[in-house]
């Protein structure tokens, strides 16, 4: 049964090609809906980028099916209808009767009375709107299309029960074939002998040769750092491996995600020489905002946001004895271009050939946003996403429609990609405590 879905702002904000995802149904959009879509227009964030295409993609609908206000026809099999009241409407009891919102609920009301036998469905990503529609009575949905079931997000590991003797084979060989359906490329592996003295190993799935190949994390560690537990382990073999060229790195604060991320990088680039730079960037939110309401230079601009990114380097290049392994000096190698650090507003049309990217936050941007990021490694360029899905600053995305869940979910499994959920605490016991109380 066909089914009317009434549209609300924030969704073509947030998926302009949402207009095309709603298969065989028909799809209205309050007139309400297109005057606020034109007050970001000229924004030079995500959002008037993506109020520029909701237009654009309207107005090529327009052309090649007609008129919106009586409805166009969908390659799908549905129509898109831009619905056009005979008066503003008003709900009786809102407190602010000028509001955009309250207007487009009540052209909500308006289309579920005029087609009683007819499902009408109010889709929009806002909490309260969503709650406030229900109240009226309207069926209300979130829209999900870029949406992860985020309680059941991969952790990047599992476990394969072993015999004793096989255990003991794996650790002389250094690996072990494995043909296991259940088990996809670059998965993080524990091998578990429950025999009377249990025993583990860790290992990483190498899906071309099918086998499960022992961690190759250096005894000393990375840049002086050594992982203290099984998760840290894996991150750091993934983040050392040039093959996988996207790792997604998601925990809690203080799980050594970023400094773990740029100890991996700092070694592969300052010096392995494997890369040619080391890219640190964070989104400053929103992304895109004009950096002009602080003083300085771009540089100095940048110092409030990128601040935890120098400490994690300075700790790296200071404390953690890189000169006296003769890795050049912090300054020198930020004079030098060898460590750029910036923000993502500046990444948009750039192309970034052999270079260890390294993207901090990564939670705070959109699927799309992502998207842009990753189109733009070039050829021997590795990027790492890192980020907590549950400390979220952006008021366009949450838990599980957020860029960095939305990366982990759809790029699951591919050869060149690798996953690493990281739970447990390592800044300091009040740290812990602090995240997990807290």
Known sequence: MKKNYVLDTNVLLHDPNAIFKFEDNDLLLPIYVIEEIDQFKRDNTERGRNARTVSRLLDAQRERGGSLATGVATSEGGTLRVYVPDRRPELRIALNPASGDHAILQSAIELRDAEPNKPTIFVTMDVNLRIRADTLGLTTQAYENQSVDIDHLDTGVVEVPVSGAELDK?????????????????????????????????????????????????????????????????????????????????????????????????????????????????????MGRDLGFLPGAVEEKLNPWMQPIFDNLEFLLVAGGAKRRGVRGFDELFESGQIQVEPLTYIRGRSLPQQYVIVDEAQNLTPHEVKTVVTRCGEGTKIVLTGDPFQIDNPYVDSATNGLSVAVDRLRGEPLIGHMFLSKGERSELANIAANKL
């Open 170 to 286: 794996f650790f002389e060989a250094g690996h072990m074939p494995r043909d296991d359906e259940s088990l996809y490329a670059n998965a993080c592996i524990v091998l578990r002998d429950d025999s009377a003295r249990p025993r583990t190993g860790l290992g990483r799935y190498h899906a071309e040769k099918r086998e499960i190949r022992a961690l190759r994390t250096p005894r000393e560690g990375v840049m002086g750092i050594r992982p203290r537990n099984k998760e840290q382990s894996f991150a750091l073999d993934l983040l050392m491996d040039d093959s996988v060229r996207l790792v997604t790195m998601v925990g809690k604060a203080g799980t050594g995600k970023t400094l773990l991320a740029l100890a991996a990088g700092l070694k592969r680039t300052a010096e392995d020489g494997t890369y040619s730079r080391l890219l640190v960037s964070r989104p400053v939110m929103p």
